[in-house]
């Protein structure tokens, strides 16, 4: 048979998914894997919800898509109005789309559109940070510290500045960590002012950093700080929250966590869970009113924005998530899982940080905990764990390069919400003796 490169990757080898149901997924060989990341934090709700299908099935049946400049739709106005209340009071505008890059894509052109409305087309530029990932579109990528992805495309990207990132486990050389957030602030203010703040449109961040850090919260206090360094200064704050939003970290935007509220965020992955690819931009109803005000239209969206039997699923995935108070579950049993973790895995020299919020939990690996030395690159750890789970039949997300350099390995768990307390216990066995036998070097 030949090999098909359908995704841009090498498929051969790969197990072949046939089914999955709950928070198990079982390939053609009969194979059965525990969904302990969702892949990239992606399954809110799990595989085969029952409910979530009839709903899109029964969309199916009456109209896969109404295109958006023609028609609205009930689940497209339903979900536009739920997302919103979720928001709260100062949001009111909703751009659609299927990708966490087109979602990042529509916040950067919100707000170049709004300054060009206010009669300030020179707020243009944008900051960004260290080590964080915004997608892999040009623009998108052109925001993200990620140096191994960029690498091919760096002369076509876009002039974005970057500030450090804001990483407790590893604080800016010279930083102690009682000093990190002023710290930072003060280097996003500065940068603010050397760029000018009459050229800077926006600064872009994850609440909490995902594949780029290895699950890393931001400080306390440092949303807060870059919320008012942002105010001062008249530029718009763009909460990336692709991966950690839509509930991942307990509360339904990460940010709520830390009593800010940005100006625009991205949300995609947990947003429909998966079930048919859902992302959007959403913005206050001041910044969306100017714009309509002066321009007539959000110029930004696709073809398919609002696609309706995708709506169909974000809002059959959060009315569940919702009726079932699953995020209580996600906040109350994240510190349970949290804890097991560094119960199981403590006895590990090798692990240095168990961190996280919610479901949505980075496990570091250093070669010493005292010093935080991570291991070398060509020991390929993390993906060695995350080889080694998978073959024992647990899904999780292995990133490496989080300590600059190529260097840095961190294990990602991020398990469906609704995921059973056994569940959670077979995730944290699994997960033990993964790490043991990659330690140990066992075959
Ligand atoms: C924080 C963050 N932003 C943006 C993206 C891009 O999303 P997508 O891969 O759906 O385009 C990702 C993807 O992992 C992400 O983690």
Redesign the pocket.
């Known amino acids: 048979m030949a090999v098909s490169r359908a995704i841009g990757w090498e498929l051969e080898g790969m197990p072949r998914i046939v089914r999955g149901a709950g928070s198990y997924l079982y390939d053609a060989a009969g194979n059965r894997y525990l969904d302990g990341s969702g892949g ?2 992606a399954f809110s709700l799990g595989h085969g919800n029952r409910e979530v299908n009839a709903a899109i099935a029964a969309q199916l049946a009456q109209v896969a898509c109404g295109y958006r400049y023609l028609f609205t739709s009930e689940p497209l106005e339903q979900l536009t109005e739920l997302v919103l209340r979720k928001c709260g009071p100062l949001f009111g505008h909703i751009v659609f789309a299927a ?6 894509e529509g916040a950067m052109k919100v707000a170049l559109q709004y300054w060009d409305a206010q009669g300030l087309p020179d707020k243009c530029r944008f900051i960004a940070r260290e080590r ?6 040009i623009g ?1 990528l052109s925001l993200s510290g990620f140096a191994e992805r960029r690498k091919s495309f760096e002369r076509s990207l876009l002039d974005v500045s970057f500030v450090s990132a804001a990483n407790a486990y590893r604080p800016p050389t010279g930083v102690a960590a009682t000093e990190l957030v002023p710290a930072l602030a003060a280097e996003l203010d500065a940068r603010i002012r050397s760029l000018g703040p009459e050229n800077v449109a926006a600064f872009v961040f ?1 609440p909490v ?3 780029a850090g290895g699950v890393v919260p931001a400080p306390s206090g440092y949303a807060q700080a870059v919320r008012e360094v942002c105010s001062r200064h008249d530029v718009l704050l763009i909460a ?5 939003g839509s509930g991942r970290c307990g509360t339904w935007s990460a940010l709520e966590h830390d009593g800010v509220v940005p100006d625009i965020i ?1 949300v ?2 947990g947003l429909a869970g998966g079930y048919i ?1 859902l ?1 959007a931009t959403i913005f206050r109803r001041d910044i969306g009113d100017a714009i309509m005000h002066s321009h007539g239209a959000i110029l930004t969206g696709h073809t398919y924005s609002g696609h309706t039997a995708a709506c169909a699923a974000g809002l059959a995935v959060q009315r569940i998530i919702e009726r079932e108070a699953l995020l209580d579950r996600v906040r109350s049993r994240g510190e349970v899982l949290r804890a097991a973790l560094r119960d199981s895995l403590g006895r590990f020299a090798e692990v240095g940080d168990v961190r996280g919020r919610g479901y949505f939990l980075g496990i570091e690996f250093v070669q010493d905990r005292a010093s935080r030395v991570p291991f070398p690159a060509d020991r390929g750890l993390s993906a060695d764990i995350g080889r080694r789970a998978f073959q024992d039949g647990l899904i999780c997300f292995p990133c490496a390069g989080n300590a600059g350099g190529g260097l840095g390995d961190v294990i990602i768990i991020a398990p469906p919400y609704n995921a059973s307390d056994a569940e959670l216990s077979e995730l944290v066995d699994r997960l033990t003796r993964a790490v043991e036998r990659s330690l140990l070097q066992q075959a």
């Open positions: 990239p934090a990708s966490g890059s087109e979602a990042i964080s990932y915004h997608g892999s579109t998108a994850e950093v995902g594949a990336d929250e692709v991966m950690s991205a995609a992955k690819p992302s």
